[in-house]
C-alpha cells in the first residue's frame, strides 16, 4: 500500500504540468499516493493550488495545510523549505492529525530575507530567522540536498535523516553528446537578476574582462529585478554581451555548446542545477565559493573558484578560463567526468523518497 504524502511548497504550477514536470511527480505517484500543495491557477485531483504569492501565502498557508490534512489524512507533509515546515507544523497543530513533517532544505534560509525580493524583506530578518530555527529543530525528519546544507542543519544541532539531490530534468542536456570546448572567449550566465546571483558583481567583473580580452563575448540568459544593471551592461558593451531574459532547456544547451565556461558569481546557492546542466554539456564554471557551488565545482578540477563578492578576482578567474590556452578544455573535461554524480532519473528519486518516508512511518 502506499503512503499517503502531501507536498508543500511555494512553487508555482501551470496545469496541465508540463512533460518534463510531470515526469517527476508521475514517478513520485507510482511510489506514493501524492497531493500538492502548491501556488498557482487552477486544481485537479493531485494538485490542490493557490493563487496566493508571497507573502499572502505564508500567511494562509497553516489554514490550507489543516484543510488538507482533514481531508487526505496523509502520513508525512514535506515542506519544502523551512517556511513552509513551519506553517505545516502550525497547521497540524490546527487539524488534530498525526502526520509526521518531513523538511527539506534545499538553500540557505538565512539568506531569504536578504537576498531576495524586495529590500523591505530585510524587516522580516529576525522573524524569519526565528522561525527557521524553531522549524529545522520541531520537524520530525529533515532532509538535505548536499553538504552545504547538511552543514546549515547541523548549526542548529540537527542531524539529517537522508542527503540526496532533488530530481532535476537535464534531458535537453543530455540528449546529444556533448561538443568539444570550442576554441572561444565565451562566456555564458543563466540566472535570474536577483541580489543572490550577484549580478553587480558579474556586470562589474565582466567590464574588466572586456577591457582585457577585445575579442571576449557573453550571453546572458536573465530576467529579474535587477535587469536595470544588465540594460547599462549591454549599452555600454553592445559588442561584447548578449542578452536574452529567457531560452527553453533546448537553447540554453545550445548555448553552452557555443561557450567556453559558465560563470556563476552567486552569494548564495543550495545546489545549483543550473552548474549541473554546465557539467552535463562538458563545461567547466567560474564561479563563487559560496553555499553549495563548492559542493559541485572542484577548483582547477572542473572549475575555478573565487571569494564571493571579489569582482577583481572574478575577472582574473574569468581572463584566465577564457584565454590560457587549454584550460577551458581541461575545466570541461573535468566537468563532464564529475556529472554523472549528480545525475539521477525521476523513478531513483521516486525510490529514494519513497524509503526515507517508510522510514518515518515506522
Known amino acids: 500500500m502506499r503512503p499517503r504524502v502531501l507536498f508543500v511548497s511555494r512553487t508555482r504550477y501551470r496545469l496541465p504540468l508540463e512533460p518534463q514536470v510531470a515526469r517527476k511527480w508521475d514517478a513520485l505517484a507510482a511510489e506514493l499516493d501524492v497531493r500538492v500543495l502548491a501556488t498557482g491557477d487552477g486544481s485537479d485531483e493531485r494538485f490542490h493550488l493557490v493563487p496566493a504569492r508571497s507573502p499572502a501565502f505564508y500567511v494562509s498557508l497553516p489554514v490550507h495545510v489543516a484543510r488538507e490534512l482533514r481531508s487526505f489524512r496523509p502520513a508525512v507533509v514535506v515542506a519544502q523549505s523551512p517556511y513552509e515546515a513551519g506553517a505545516a507544523l502550525v497547521g497540524r497543530a490546527l487539524a488534530h492529525v498525526p502526520a509526521r513533517v518531513l523538511l527539506e532544505v534545499h538553500g540557505d534560509w538565512r539568506t531569504a530575507t536578504t537576498l531576495y525580493g524586495s529590500p523591505l524583506r530585510r524587516l522580516l530578518e529576525p522573524a524569519s530567522l526565528t522561525v527557521a530555527r524553531v522549524a529545522v529543530r520541531a520537524a520530525d525528519a529533515v532532509r538535505t540536498v548536499g553538504p552545504f546544507t547538511t552543514s546549515l542543519v547541523r548549526s542548529v544541532g540537527v542531524e539529517p535523516a537522508a542527503t540526496f539531490t532533488t530530481y532535476s530534468d537535464t534531458s535537453a542536456f543530455t540528449a546529444s553528446p556533448p561538443v568539444p570546448v570550442p576554441d572561444v572567449q565565451r562566456a555564458l550566465f543563466v540566472g535570474v537578476a536577483e541580489r543572490y546571483k550577484n549580478v553587480q558583481g558579474l556586470v562589474d567583473a565582466w567590464r574588466r574582462v572586456a577591457a582585457q580580452l577585445p575579442d571576449a563575448a557573453l550571453h546572458v540568459v536573465s530576467r529579474g529585478r535587477e535587469r536595470a544593471l544588465l540594460e547599462r551592461l549591454v549599452r555600454d558593451l553592445p559588442q561584447q554581451v548578449r542578452w536574452d531574459e529567457w531560452l527553453p532547456s533546448e537553447q540554453i544547451a545550445s548555448a553552452l555548446d557555443e561557450s567556453a565556461v559558465l560563470v556563476l558569481p552567486s552569494f548564495s546557492e543550495g545546489l545549483p542545477r543550473v552548474a549541473m546542466e554546465s557539467f552535463s554539456r562538458g563545461r567547466g564554471v567560474v564561479g563563487s565559493r559560496a553555499g553549495g557551488i563548492p559542493d559541485i565545482v572542484e577548483d582547477g578540477v572542473s572549475g575555478l573558484l573565487v571569494a564571493p563578492g571579489d569582482a577583481g578576482t572574478l575577472a ?22 564529475a556529472s554523472g554524480r549528480w545525475l539521477q532519473t525521476p523513478e531513483q528519486f521516486a525510490a529514494r523518497m519513497r524509503s526515507l518516508v517508510d522510514e518515518m512511518c515506522r
Open 316 to 337: 582574473d578567474a574569468l581572463v584566465r578560463a577564457l584565454s590560457e590556452p587549454g584550460l577551458a578544455q581541461t575545466l570541461g573535461a573535468g566537468a563532464l567526468a
